[in-house]
């Protein structure tokens, strides 16, 4: 059975670091794309950042880029977001996401973990 379990949130003051980690089994990691959403109150859930199945390419959404760093262990089986500069906008639950690289149709999703940034 496929699964995924975010770790890693909790609360930070503005300007501070977060490291969330994803752990992933019951499925072939290596062969799934890493993506880790965010979903704030009143907002809809929106892309974060994506790292390929071999971590070789990474993808950031603009409010990511410089601050955010998303990396995977494909021996660990996990996939990281390393998160600087926090701001209070960067309030949310963070999800992350697995998707096939051989089936489009094919996705898993974590359970989430608040991020929450405030003085």
């Known amino acids: 059975q496929a699964q995924l379990v975010e770790s890693g949130g909790g609360l930070v003051q503005p300007g501070g670091s977060l490291r969330l980690s994803c752990a992933a089994s019951?499925?072939?990691?290596?062969?799934?794309?890493m993506s880790w959403f965010r979903h704030s109150p009143g907002k809809e859930r929106e892309f974060v950042a994506r790292?390929?199945?071999?971590?070789?390419?990474?993808h950031y959404a603009d409010f990511a880029k410089g601050r955010f760093t998303i990396s995977r262990d494909n021996a660990k089986n996990t996939v990281s977001l390393q998160m600087n500069s926090l701001k209070p906008e960067d309030t949310a639950v963070f999800y992350c996401?697995?998707?096939?690289?051989?089936?489009?149709?094919?996705?898993?999703w974590g359970q989430g973990t608040q991020v929450t940034v405030s003085s």
């Open positions: 790292i390929t199945s071999d971590g070789r390419f990474t």
């Open positions: 019951g499925f072939l990691f290596s062969s799934f794309a």
């Open positions: 996401k697995a998707a096939s690289d051989r089936n489009p149709l094919l996705s898993y």
